[in-house]
C-alpha cells in the first residue's frame, strides 16, 4: 500500500550511483515513493517482488547485465501496462522506435531538468491503462488517509479553474483555437497530473470531467467567436452518463468544441468505445487524437478514431531539426494523417528551429514559443 504522505511509486533503474540519487531525490520531493535498482535484471526482480504496484519505471538505456530496451521487452510480458521513461544521453532512434512497439513508454534525455523528470514521470503514471486505474481506485478506498485525500481532492474542484494555450496556424500564425487545462488553487494538487491522479485513484474523474466541462461552458462566452477550443477527456469520462445526456452544457456549444481523446487504452477497456465516439460525433464534437507519438495514442487507433485532428505528441517534436531520421518520421507520420482527412497540430513548439523544421508538414501549432497555458484567452 502507498504511504500515507506519498502520490505513488516509481522504480527508479540506473547503474550509476549518482544518477540514482538525483532523480530519486527530485522524485521524493515531488512526493513519489521510489524504489532503486542498479540494472534492468534487478529492476525486474524488485517488480516480481513488489509487495504492491508500480505507477512508472524510470530506466537508464546503457546498463550491465540487461540493458532498458530489453528490460522494456521482459517487463512488458509480466506487466503490460506499466510505464516505462527511458533516461539516455544520445537517444538512438532505432531502439526508441523497437521499444516503442514494445510497450508504452517515453524517452527523457539526459541530463534533465528536475522539472523535465517530474513532469514526465507524472504523465506516464497518468497515462498507464484503465485496468490499472480501476485497481488503484479499489485499493485506494482502503486507505487509511482516504478522507483527508478526498476533502482536498475536493477543495481541488472547488478552487479549479481552465487555462487556455492557443493554437495557431502554421501558414498565418493566426490563433484558430485554444486547449483548456485544468488546473486548481489547492496547493498540494497545483501539478495537473498529480491533480488527475488523485481523481483517478479516488474514482472520481467523471466528478473531475464535469467539473471541467461547466468551467470551460462558462469561460467560451469570452472567447472569440471564430475560434475552437480543444477539451481533453479523460478515458473513464467515456463511460459517463452525464457527458451525452442533456445536462452537459458544453452541448449547445459542441460545433466549436474540439474533444481530446488519448490512449488506446480507452479503446480496449471499453467494450463500446467506438460506439460512446461515434455518438459524441452526432452530438456535434469534432475528435482529436492526443500524443500520437507518445506510445500512448498508437498508428492504430486512427483507423479506429478517424480523428478530424491529431495532435503530434511534443516528445516527437522536441529537437527534431537537429535530427534527420526524427525529422523524416515525424513529417511522414503527418503527411499520412493529412491523407487520412485529419487536420495536423505539432505540440510542444519551444523554438523557432522547431517550428521552421514542421511550418510545411502541419497544419497547427502549439506550444510555449506561440504562448503558454493562461487564465482567459491569452
Ligand atoms: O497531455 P496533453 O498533450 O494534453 O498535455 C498538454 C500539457 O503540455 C499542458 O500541461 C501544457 O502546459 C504543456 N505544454 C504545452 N506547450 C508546451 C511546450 O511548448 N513545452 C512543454 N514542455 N510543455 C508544454
Ligand atoms: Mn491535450
Redesign the pocket.
Known amino acids: 500500500m502507498t504511504g500515507a504522505r506519498t502520490i505513488g511509486r516509481v522504480l527508479l533503474i540506473d547503474d550509476e550511483p549518482g544518477i540514482r540519487a538525483t532523480a530519486a531525490a527530485i522524485l521524493t520531493r515531488e512526493g513519489w515513493e521510489v524504489a532503486l535498482a542498479e540494472n534492468g535484471r534487478e529492476g525486474l526482480a524488485t517488480v516480481e517482488r513488489a509487495a504492491c504496484e508500480f505507477d512508472c519505471v524510470v530506466s537508464d538505456v546503457h546498463m550491465p547485465e540487461l540493458d532498458g530496451h530489453r528490460f522494456v521487452a521482459a517487463l512488458g510480458e509480466r506487466v503490460p501496462d506499466l510505464p516505462v521513461l527511458l533516461m539516455t544521453a544520445n537517444p538512438d532512434l532505432d531502439g526508441a522506435v523497437r521499444a516503442m512497439e514494445l510497450g508504452a513508454l517515453n524517452y527523457i534525455s539526459k541530463p534533465f531538468t528536475p522539472e523535465r523528470l517530474a513532469?514526465e514521470v507524472a504523465?506516464a503514471a497518468r497515462r498507464h491503462g484503465v485496468a490499472r486505474m480501476m485497481k488503484r481506485a479499489a485499493a485506494a478506498a482502503e486507505a487509511p488517509d482516504l478522507a483527508a485525500q478526498s476533502a482536498r481532492l475536493s477543495r481541488a474542484l472547488a478552487t479549479s479553474w481552465m487555462a487556455y494555450?492557443p493554437l495557431v496556424d502554421a501558414t498565418s500564425g493566426a490563433v484558430r483555437a485554444y486547449?483548456a487545462?485544468l488546473r486548481t488553487d489547492e496547493p498540494e494538487l497545483r501539478r495537473?497530473d498529480v491533480f488527475i491522479a488523485a481523481a483517478e485513484r479516488l474514482g472520481r474523474v467523471p466528478e473531475l470531467g464535469r467539473t471541467v466541462r461547466r468551467l470551460v461552458a462558462a469561460d467560451l462566452a469570452a472567447a472569440p467567436r471564430d475560434v475552437r477550443v480543444f477539451v481533453?477527456l479523460h478515458p473513464l469520462e467515456l463511460a459517463d452518463e452525464a457527458l451525452f445526456g442533456d445536462a452537459n452544457p458544453l452541448h449547445p456549444s459542441a460545433a466549436r468544441i474540439v474533444i481530446?481523446l488519448?490512449e488506446r487504452a480507452a479503446l480496449d477497456a471499453l467494450a463500446d468505445a467506438p460506439r460512446r465516439v461515434a455518438e459524441l460525433r452526432r452530438l456535434g464534437y469534432a475528435i482529436a487524437l492526443?500524443?500520437l507519438g507518445a506510445g500512448y495514442a498508437s498508428i492504430g487507433s486512427l483507423a479506429a478514431v478517424a480523428p478530424e485532428v491529431v495532435?503530434l505528441?511534443?516528445g516527437l517534436i522536441r529537437n527534431l531539426h537537429l535530427e534527420p531520421r526524427q525529422h523524416r518520421i515525424v513529417t511522414a507520420i503527418a503527411t499520412l494523417c493529412r491523407e487520412l482527412g485529419s487536420e495536423v497540430v505539432a505540440?510542444?513548439?519551444?523554438t523557432v528551429e522547431e517550428q521552421g523544421a514542421l511550418a510545411d508538414h502541419v497544419d497547427l501549432f502549439?506550444?510555449?514559443?506561440f504562448g503558454?497555458?493562461a487564465r482567459g484567452f491569452p
Open positions: 513532469s504523465r494555450q486547449e487545462l495537473p481533453n481530446e488519448t492526443d500524443d495532435k505528441d511534443m505540440e510542444g513548439i519551444e502549439q506550444g510555449y514559443l503558454r497555458p
